[in-house]
């Protein structure tokens, strides 16, 4: 039995070690899953591959980025992110995490609304080198409601190439689920976020005669909820919110109704909104929405001023439209107006 001792002992010890090895093994990431060196060929990871990418030529690129879900990149994203030089972006926290899903190696650059104007002569200065510049946006396609206008405008003057890698964007998406018109739309961004300037900022879309795609934040789409009703009038809309994500969600209705329903909405979250054209015989502006009209240009000016633009607008008799601005003047007076 002693002599079996040390031989039991060794097989145990082997045994161990086998073990340590083989989880050391299942732990480790597959070779497709490292991060690259950043001196490497260009590539990128999916589904567990590895796949080499070109260098880029060149240029600056617009690339579209998910709007919530990663996998709506597109392979054409992936090889321009991957073979650019830099990926100037908004957030590179949140451009890190698009990047790191892919094992995308390229450098981030921060380009956001509060450094770009000293950023821009860094990567025009980068391209007149013959670097290639990736642009991207924290979701979706870059320069809607986003920075990146001016470089573009820059870029192009100075010979530069630009190039657009479409793919996934919050407007055409929400257009499309909204179960309304799409052949003409108007695509309007944030409206302001005081009631007043937008009150009358909606007074003047209510004119147009298409479809209207809105951004808005959770904190303010109950309220403007509430104001699109009272200056739209009986039109359908849809509220479109957080996109190709987990927690997708579309209401779609009158907006009386759901403006109604505004106190039980879901606040968290992005929120896309869409807002039916109107009717054929709406050429003239109702009572609600001269009045909000009218709410908004007399907090900003005086009462010849507001007339003078709502009877443009409206396209109401200007005798209507004085009377119902002297008794909205009446009614809430401006801090001032009756100083001597």
Known sequence: MAANGPSRARRRRRSALDWRMRAKTRSAPRPADVTPAADADPSFAIAGQRVSAPRAAPGLYLVATPIGNLGDITLRALE?????????????????????????????????????AAMRPKILDRLARGGSVALVSDAGTPLISDPGFKLVREAAAAGFAVTAIPGPSAVLTALCVAALPTDRFFFEGFLPPKQAARRARLAELSRIDATLVLFESGARVQDCLRDLAEAMGDRDAAICRELTKLHEEVRRGALADLAAGADALETRGEFVLVVAPPAADAGVM?????????????????????????TELSRRPRREVYARALELARDHPRSGDDAG
């Open 286 to 310: 109702n009572e609600a929405a001269l009045d909000a009209l009218l709410r908004g240009a007399l907090a900003a000016g005086s009462v010849k001023d507001a007339v003078a633009q709502a």
């Open 80 to 116: 321009t992110l991957a073979g650019a030089d830099i990926v100037a972006c908004e957030d590179t926290r949140i451009t890190r995490r698009l990047m790191e899903r892919f094992a995308i190696a390229t450098t981030l650059l921060p380009y956001h609304e509060h450094n770009a």
